[in-house]
């Protein structure tokens, strides 16, 4: 029975999953069936229809929206810690907070008076009223489609995501401790 446009539940209960008896070589993968297409074609996915409507909502590119909430959340943050907690290229968070500034959103301020020492950002009185607004909006579309999922679903979905980025971080790091 072909599967309808708007069925949820994921690949048909007869399609055989090709990542069960997997060998170490992922000899029977096709490039469709790697983990990392499946979750950046999500992920793109998600971040369109998602993500863009309600950044798009309050004027914000959605690099603009992962840095006014990653400074939100931290209160003050040095320019590298911003980097490495929105996991994004340096420039790219370099572009998103010069806006943000030129907008009026976020205050970058000089580590001990100089650039070179780097910048630390902090969210300006007008870019904590945005946020507040923008927060509810993100929160009710994120919920929205978590929701999709039953609690069963999400909780196994939830360990998996982040045992997964346990295990790029051991890679990335074999000294770091998870």
Partial sequence: MPRRKND???????????????????????VDDFITTLVVRTANSLRRVVTLPYSEQFGLTMAEWRMLSVVA???SLPFSDLVKRSETDKSLVSRALRLL?????VELEAVDGSPRRGLTCRLSPAGRTLYRRAMPVAQRAQAAMIRVLDEEERRVLYRTLHKLRRACRDEEDPEQEA
């Avoid at 994921?10 to 993968?29: A, K, Q, S, V, Y």
């Fill in 73 to 75: 959340e931290a209160d």
């Fill in 8 to 30: 949820l539940s994921g690949p048909h209960p007869t399609d055989p999953c090709p990542w069960t008896g997997i060998d170490e070589n992922g000899t029977d993968l096709s």
């Fill in 101 to 105: 500034e030129t907008r009026g959103l």
